[in-house]
C-alpha cells in the first residue's frame, strides 16, 4: 500500500512538479488520500516552476503556480513510500546519499518500457510538452498499480 509518493528530478522547478501535479489531479479524481510531493537532488530552493511547466500543466487541466522548489531531504526520503524519479542517475544518486531508500525508488517510466524523462530547462515549450506526454504515460502506468 503506497501513501505517500515523492516525485523527484535536479531542481524540482520543471518535471517533478508536473508529475506531481498531474498525480494529484488524477489521484483526487479517484477519491484517493495518496499524498504526492515532489523534490529535487540539488533543488532551486523556494523557486516557483518555471513558466513553460505551468503552462503545460494548466492546458492539462491542473495548477502548479503554488509550487515552491525544495531540496530532497533525509526527512522526505524517510517518511515516503514510493520515490518517482526522471532518471537513472536521480535514482543512483539517492540510493548513494540514502541507502535507506533502496527498494522504494522507480523511474516514473517502469512499467512504461523503464523509459527516462529529459529535463527540459531553458528549452522551448515543445520540449515541456515531450517532457509531459513521458510523464503522463508513466504515472498512467504507476496510477494502475497503486490503486
Known amino acids: 500500500m503506497f501513501n505517500h509518493i515523492i516525485c523527484v528530478c535536479v531542481g524540482n522547478i520543471c518535471r517533478s512538479p508536473m508529475a506531481e501535479g498531474y498525480l494529484k489531479h488524477r489521484l483526487q479524481a479517484m477519491n484517493s488520500n495518496i499524498k504526492v510531493e515532489s523534490a529535487g537532488v540539488n533543488a532551486l530552493v523556494d523557486k516557483e516552476a518555471v513558466a513553460e511547466a505551468q503552462e503545460v500543466a494548466r492546458n492539462e487541466g491542473f495548477d ?54 529529459p529535463d527540459p530547462y531553458r528549452q522551448p515549450l515543445s520540449s515541456f510538452e515531450y517532457a509531459f506526454g513521458l510523464i503522463k ?5 504507476w496510477l494502475l498499480k497503486i490503486t
Open 64 to 117: 502548479i503556480s503554488g509550487h515552491k522548489a525544495r531540496q530532497l531531504s533525509n526527512e522526505i526520503i524517510a517518511d515516503a513510500d514510493l520515490i518517482l524519479v526522471m532518471e537513472d542517475e536521480q535514482k543512483e544518486f539517492i540510493e548513494r546519499k540514502f541507502p535507506h531508500a533502496r527498494g522504494r525508488i522507480f523511474l516514473v517510466g517502469q512499467w512504461a518500457g523503464g523509459f527516462e524523462i
Open 137 to 141: 504515460k508513466g504515472c498512467d502506468e
